[in-house]
């Protein structure tokens, strides 16, 4: 059985994904940072409906933290799907905003996304088979008032997600970003009212955290193996 990876995974979009991908018989790591409990909870959730999964948790920001943790993953086989998904988001126009919103946003991520994809390559190329997908957003894409800082570390993911596809290729390992829009959850729920999201979505609604996981399941299956390189927008025609 091949395993998989979620960052973030006790997290809305996260959650979503990991119920997703344990239908295709994968067994999955929950990752947490701080709420293992909601991720144990996921755990359950996964394996009342027949499937396979267990739950971590670390910081990972903390690259050595992050490193002690995957090598312990590593002992017991290669992850061959990584669902970077991990982020956060600190809002403020740029010439308020401070030092440190700046740094948190693009150490998880950005700097999150090297310390966990970076230790589980070489395993992963070993196998010949792999899936990774990122998750960067429409503010990585066109930009968004307030989110320099978050802006600058999805459009990092984009950059990354195109120079490791290129290098992992002939491996047989795809590498994909997920640019959402705005997706309902907890991240959005105080920022987007319905007059909002009808003056700024095409579609006149919020996407769903199922609809970003449909996504990734698909990236993540064999039908998507000649699919790599690519940013997939998933925002009701925003752009």
Not at 23 to 36: C, D, F, Y
Not at 62 to 79: F, N
Request: proline content about 3%; hydrophobic content about 45%; aromatic content about 4%.
């Amino acid at each position: 059985m091949k395993r998989a990876l979620v960052t973030g995974g006790s997290g809305d979009i996260g959650k979503a994904i990991c119920l997703e991908l344990a239908k295709s018989n994968l067994h999955i790591i929950v990752h947490a940072n701080s709420n293992i409990a909601k991720a144990n909870k996921i755990v359950e959730e996964i394996k009342s409906s027949g499937g396979s999964a267990e739950s971590i948790s670390f910081d990972i920001t903390d690259q050595a933290a992050s490193l002690a943790e995957l090598e312990k993953l590593l002992e017991h086989g290669p992850i061959q799907v990584l669902v970077n998904n991990a982020g956060i988001h600190q809002d403020a126009i740029l010439a308020g905003m401070k030092p440190e919103q700046w740094n948190q946003v693009i150490n998880v991520n950005l700097n999150g996304f090297f310390n966990v994809t970076q230790p589980l390559l070489l395993p992963m190329m070993q196998t010949r088979w792999g899936r990774i997908i990122n998750l960067s957003s429409i503010a990585g894409v066109m930009g968004n008032r307030g989110q320099a800082n978050y802006a600058a570390a999805k459009a990092g993911i984009i950059g990354a997600t195109k120079s490791l596809a290129m290098e992992v290729a002939s491996r047989g390992i795809t590498v994909n970003a997920v640019a959402p829009g705005i997706i309902a959850g907890s991240m959005t729920k105080e920022i987007f009212d319905k007059a909002k999201i009808k003056q700024l979505v095409p579609m006149n609604r919020t996407g769903t955290a199922e609809e970003v996981a449909a996504l990734v399941g698909f990236l993540a299956s064999n039908s998507a193996g000649y699919i790599s390189s690519q940013v997939i927008s998933i925002n009701g025609a925003m752009i």
